[in-house]
């Protein structure tokens, strides 16, 4: 199993639908999980952190499930702006201070 | 937006030529970090720092070395630049784990 894997996409969806990507990871002692956003020739930003009880910003709902390894994106009502590629984050460890990896992203296209 | 400046923004070189890449933040992080970007391999570490003349190695290391002599400054140097080091390099900075702040990036191409 690769170490962060996400399905690369592309994701076309219309605007105003509710769109959900997962991300899986291998190691079972990783802490720490972020969601970041990618435009087309830009750098990353951050989008948000993941915590285990889940968590809410606006449109965008993050989840993590121990479980089964993996963390999740769910973006609603989506808009033209959200067109972007969505990289999943993991640190690499145990400790908080672990390097992280970035998986390759999943593509996202929001047609109007 | 954090305070990152990357230099230069676009360079073209011949192979076997030395290249350095500057990273300046303005933040007073204690991380910063080289990533390489390239299709269908996403963002791969270089190199890390963790403090000044404090740096080591990430997943992707081999032919390049780094530098931290100040808190602001973190270059990336290409002794003998190879054509399989054509891409797009991208310096962060983060003072807490995972939240890290992207440079505009540098267009590496090397003929």
């Known amino acids: 199993r690769k170490e962060v894997e996400q399905d690369p996409g592309p994701f076309n969806v219309p605007e105003g639908a509710t769109v959900a990507f997962n991300c899986t990871y291998s190691?079972?002692?990783?802490?720490?999980f972020f969601w970041y956003r990618q435009d087309c020739r830009k750098e990353p930003k951050l989008l948000m952190s993941?915590?285990?009880s889940g968590n809410e910003d606006g449109r965008f709902t993050a989840q993590l499930n121990r479980a089964s390894q993996y963390i999740s994106l769910l973006i609603r009502d989506s808009k033209l702006s959200d067109s972007a590629t969505y990289l999943c984050?993991?640190?690499?460890?145990?400790?908080?201070?672990?390097?992280?990896?970035f998986g390759k992203g999943t593509r996202l296209h929001i047609l109007p | 937006d954090a305070g990152i400046t990357q230099s230069p923004r676009h360079k073209v070189t011949e192979t076997g030529t030395p290249v350095t890449l500057r990273c300046h933040q303005t933040?007073?992080?204690?991380?910063m970090y080289w990533y390489r970007q390239d299709p269908g391999h996403g963002l791969r570490l270089i190199h890390y720092?963790?403090?000044?003349?404090?740096?080591d190695k990430g997943e992707v290391s081999d032919g390049y070395s780094v530098s931290r002599s100040k808190t602001e400054d973190f270059l990336l140097t290409l002794e003998s630049a190879t054509s399989s080091q054509t891409s797009v390099y991208f310096c962060?900075?983060?003072?807490?784990?995972?939240?890290?702040?992207f440079g505009d990036g540098t267009r590496l191409s090397i003929l």
């Open positions: 962060a900075i983060s003072e807490v784990l995972g939240n890290q702040h």
């Open positions: 190691n079972s002692a990783s802490q720490s």
């Open positions: 993941v915590y285990s």
């Open positions: 984050v993991v640190n690499k460890g145990r400790y908080r201070d672990d390097k992280i990896i």
């Open positions: 933040e007073n992080h204690r991380y």
């Open positions: 720092s963790y403090g000044v003349k404090d740096t």
